[in-house]
């Protein structure tokens, strides 16, 4: 099955600083990549995905990029605000799969 | 009530308890699903049901038995439950198939196993 491996596990960053986070997934058959936000206390919520057919993504300070080659996609986070504090979940998932594997997840803590 | 909402939100039960937790979701999705989340590890997926058949169950114990009587609600059933149980249960709806769909979590129900 696919396996999802997420890094790093905590990051912390300084306000209006860039944060990236990085995964690697196994199966060469996925082609769906979502990243989800989960607040302490609150449920995760989508913030943003990309399908393999793209190689970017971006919403206002948040973009993903995908390198299907190396198999690996990543969460870019510019001037970041207190607010993205938070964790952050990878997963992967092929066409037509219920399966959507995650990540262990990312602690971001923006620093003001 | 808007969204996706699980009671209840916070459980403590013993090892021979029988209890269940509730799941409602309320944006005419077709597919419902239990998660776990466990610190430290990845949210794991335990049942989805679309249009209220059982469709995955990735080699869950039997002490978790899943129900979906319609396509807003979903139910786990908890018996006979371990210490290493003790976790967040989230339950989430999607439109589309998981794998290629947004997934809208609820607020999860936090068990205590004793």
């Known amino acids: 099955g696919e396996n999802v491996e997420q890094h790093p596990s905590t990051l912390s960053v300084q306000e209006g600083d860039s944060a990236v986070i990085k995964c690697t997934y196994s199966?060469?058959?996925?082609?769906?990549f979502p990243w989800y936000k989960q607040e302490l206390g609150k449920r995760p919520q989508l913030i943003i995905d990309?399908?393999?057919?793209?190689g970017e993504k971006k919403d206002q300070r948040i973009a993903v990029t995908l390198n299907k080659t190396a198999k690996h996609f990543s969460l870019h986070i510019t001037e970041t605000q207190p607010e993205d504090s938070a964790v952050y979940f990878c997963a992967a998932s092929r066409a037509g799969s219920y399966q959507l594997t995650f990540g262990k997840g990312t602690k971001l803590s923006v620093i003001p | 009530e808007t969204g996706v909402t699980q009671t209840p939100r916070h459980l403590v039960m013993g090892m021979t308890n029988k209890k269940s937790l509730k799941c409602e979701q309320h944006l005419g999705h077709n597919a419902m699903y239990w998660y776990k989340q466990s610190a430290k590890k990845p949210l794991e997926l335990m049942f989805v049901?679309?249009?209220?058949?059982?469709?995955e169950n990735n080699s869950v114990p039997s002490r978790f038995s899943p129900e979906c009587p319609n396509s807003s609600h979903l139910f786990l059933h908890l018996h006979t439950l371990q210490p290493e149980d003790s976790a967040l249960y989230l339950c989430?709806?999607?439109?589309?198939?998981?794998?290629?769909?947004?997934?809208?979590f609820g607020e999860g129900s936090r068990l205590t196993v004793l």
């Open positions: 049901y679309s249009l209220e058949e059982r469709v």
């Open positions: 199966d060469s058959a996925s082609n769906y």
């Open positions: 989430a709806s999607s439109q589309a198939r998981g794998g290629t769909g947004e997934l809208f």
């Open positions: 990309i399908r393999s057919n793209v």
